[in-house]
């Protein structure tokens, strides 16, 4: 085995979700905590929007609408993840509804690198809610992500956060036949 996999480190990796506006208070938390080495992605969240129908008619008119989001990802030593959900929080005040999300999962790194030195917090923050479940969907038809996002919207179970990716797989493993999917992707998260 190469060396450079040897190096295996219990971290955990935080993943924070905030509209577009708020993306320099992240990157300003993360920096200030130690967190160099950020990945920044960007997505788009998915609201039903309610509103009263045209002209004064009866009834309501529901509508999908969709804010920038700018998704980030870091790991830090798991210890720390407390403190940097915490700060992440106060930064861009998600403890407001409706401003964005950030969660924790614990992971073992293979990396040659150490992980960021953040000093943990003496405990949790009492008010972390704990035991969700994060659904990632993977869609290769285009606008999949919205139909997905609709039907999640009406059922109540989540916000979700559609992002675009690249993916092959499958895809090149069927010779000819492979130009009927296509290589983009809607990621649709529900949490």
């Known amino acids: 085995m190469p060396e450079t996999l040897e190096h295996r480190h219990e971290v955990a990796r935080i993943t924070c979700m905030v509209h577009q506006r708020l993306d320099e208070r992240v990157t300003e938390c993360l920096r200030s ?24 008619l009866p009834g309501l008119r529901v509508d999908l609408d969709n804010a920038p989001m700018e998704i980030f990802r870091t790991t830090v030593p798991r210890p720390a993840a407390a403190r940097v959900l915490g700060a992440l929080a106060d930064a861009v005040d998600l403890r407001t509804p409706g401003r964005g999300a950030v969660y924790a999962q614990d992971l073992v790194e293979l990396s040659p690198q150490e992980p960021p030195s953040i000093e943990p917090d003496s405990g949790m923050p009492g008010d972390l809610l704990r035991d969700f479940t994060l659904i990632t ?3 290769s038809l285009p606008g999949r992500g919205q ?41 649709v998260h529900l949490m």
Not at 33 to 56: D, F, I, K, M, P
Not at 148 to 174: F, Q, Y
């Open 33 to 56: 905590l130690g967190a160099h080495t950020v990945l920044q992605e960007n997505a788009r969240c998915v609201r039903q929007r309610v509103r009263s129908r045209a002209w004064g």
């Open 137 to 139: 969907a993977i869609l």
């Open 147 to 187: 139909e997905l996002a609709g039907i999640a919207l009406k059922l109540g179970v989540a916000v979700p956060v559609v992002s675009l990716g690249e993916g092959t797989g499958l895809r090149d493993r069927m010779g000819l036949l492979r130009v009927t999917i296509p290589p983009e992707k809607e990621l």
